[in-house]
């Protein structure tokens, strides 16, 4: 004879089961996983039964290929598509530009600004003590990036000098919450990442020659160590995926990429 619990389990299945949520996966950079992982918690709250997945970092390459390969249904992407990518046939848009930042462990007090002298100086080597810079007398641990990293091009293509570094210095970390995490735990350490990736982190935000990556000096280009923040797609978006997709560009979602250290495309 069936026990009750069985019969239960058979003909009473579970009730995730009856009324299983609709979800799509928004997979790719880590640059924007912090962002868009606090976008999708504030459309899940409006929108009950829905579900946004942000899954761990698998980079911008890996968000456009699971996304051709219908793995994902978005790909978080924090570069344009490249030459190369065009062939997968999809479609990209920029729903954020984040500021590239400078950031330090909590333990650095002093120094708040870097001249770009300074972030040359301290990625080829020259530098390797905080008190050059105005802090006590202690190593400068570095964190770096691998060759193509989002963050990585933007500091080779607007610090002069940065490209033609032949060796460079500190320890290179393959994503960017890895990379934030580093940083967070050890003292004394700097690295570079998107400025979004930061919120709530309490890592010290460095000013670059004096400028502040605030909102106001991204709009007005000011600040110009900036990626762009953008997602991918296969075919026409319909159903959750463009729900999701437009509430990025409402003003709820515009107003919670700001708070989050990005700014809303022009």
């Excluded at 065009?86 to 500021?99: D, Q, T």
């Excluded at 530098?127 to 990585?152: A, P």
Aim: proline share 5%; net charge positive.
């Amino acid at each position: 004879m069936l026990s009750f619990t069985l019969i239960t389990i058979l003909f009473f299945p579970p009730t995730s089961n009856l009324f299983a949520q609709e979800k799509i996966v928004v997979a790719g950079t880590g640059d924007s996983q912090s962002l868009l992982r606090a976008l999708a918690e504030a459309f899940e709250k409006v929108n009950p039964g829905k579900r946004i997945e942000i899954p761990d970092s698998i980079g911008s390459g890996g968000g456009i290929k699971s996304t051709a390969k219908g793995i994902c249904n978005l790909g978080r992407v924090a570069r344009p598509l490249r030459e190369k990518e065009n062939f997968l046939g999809l479609n990209y848009k920029v729903f954020a530009c984040s500021p590239v930042v400078l950031v330090a462990n909590p333990s650095i007090t002093k120094v708040k600004n870097l001249s770009t002298k300074d972030i040359i100086g301290i990625y080829s080597g020259k530098i390797t003590s905080w008190d050059i810079l105005g802090e006590g007398k202690r190593k400068i641990y570095v964190v770096n990036r691998e060759n193509g990293d989002s963050s990585r091009i933007v500091l080779e293509r607007r610090i002069s000098g940065f490209k033609d570094i032949k060796k460079l210095a500190g320890q290179v970390v393959y994503s960017t919450p890895g990379a934030v995490a580093i940083i967070k735990k050890h003292e004394d350490t700097i690295g570079y990442t998107s400025l979004a990736m930061t919120s709530g982190m309490k890592l010290v935000v460095m000013k670059i020659n004096g400028i502040y990556p605030s909102v106001e000096n991204v709009k007005n280009e000011t600040y110009k160590l900036v990626t762009p923040l953008g997602l991918a797609w296969k075919g026409e978006l319909q159903g959750l995926a463009k729900e999701f997709f437009d509430f990025l560009f409402s003003p709820e979602g515009q107003k919670i990429i700001i708070q989050n250290g990005a700014v809303p495309p022009k």
